[in-house]
């Protein structure tokens, strides 16, 4: 699905058409991050739109936060809202041609938004960003969507099969904290590298 380009996610944004985008930070990862003790984890967010779980992270005091996104207009954005933030940490690129090494990578609608046929691609990519014994955590939908455009939907059972080969799955269960549209559509995900 080639047409997924760097301007069609701009153009989005730039006509307000994100409705994944909460406004804010998930209540699932928000629950989550809350309980990181370590400020000095290297966490990458892909595919991160406005990213305010960089925003929440940030101002708890985790200093090596990267959010990188295809789309230049939502990095625009949180530069904005958090002028203080480093503009080194974020990353206008391709998520497949990204390269570093994370303690910590965050999911929020990044996996839905890539076509199917990627995701594949997308387990591999993230197997060889992260550090030995490093984290894959967030949400997914456990829900079918769409077919044609994103966001793109899945289940447990498919993620599983896809992901069990390279990472060990410490969770994979509904979420119990979903915002009310996403209620029963979410699963919230802790995946750690195999090494």
């Not at 370590?38 to 892909?46: A, S, W, Y």
């Amino acid at each position: 699905m080639n047409n997924l380009t760097d301007n069609y996610w701009n153009n989005r944004y730039e006509t307000n058409d994100f409705g994944w985008d909460v406004g804010e930070v998930s209540l699932p990862l928000k629950t989550y991050i809350e309980q990181l003790h370590h400020k000095n984890l290297t966490i990458l967010i892909p595919g991160a739109g406005n990213a305010y779980e960089a925003e929440f992270l940030f101002h708890k005091g985790f200093q090596d936060v990267n959010v990188l996104d295809f789309a230049e207009t939502p990095l625009q954005n949180i530069k904005k809202r958090v002028p203080d933030f480093p503009e080194n940490q974020l990353i206008h690129q391709d998520f497949f041609e990204h390269q570093g090494q994370y303690d910590l990578i965050l999911e929020q609608t990044f996996f839905c938004a890539l076509h199917p046929s990627l995701r594949a691609r997308y387990v591999q990519h993230m197997y060889q960003l992260l550090k030995p014994n490093g984290k894959l955590v967030g949400v997914l939908f456990n829900d079918v969507l769409n077919d044609n455009k994103p966001p793109f939907g899945g289940n447990k059972q498919e993620y599983e099969d896809l992901f069990s080969s390279s990472f060990h799955i410490k969770i994979m269960e509904p979420c119990y904290n979903s915002i009310k549209p996403r209620q029963n559509r979410e699963l919230f995900i802790m995946m750690q590298k195999q090494n």
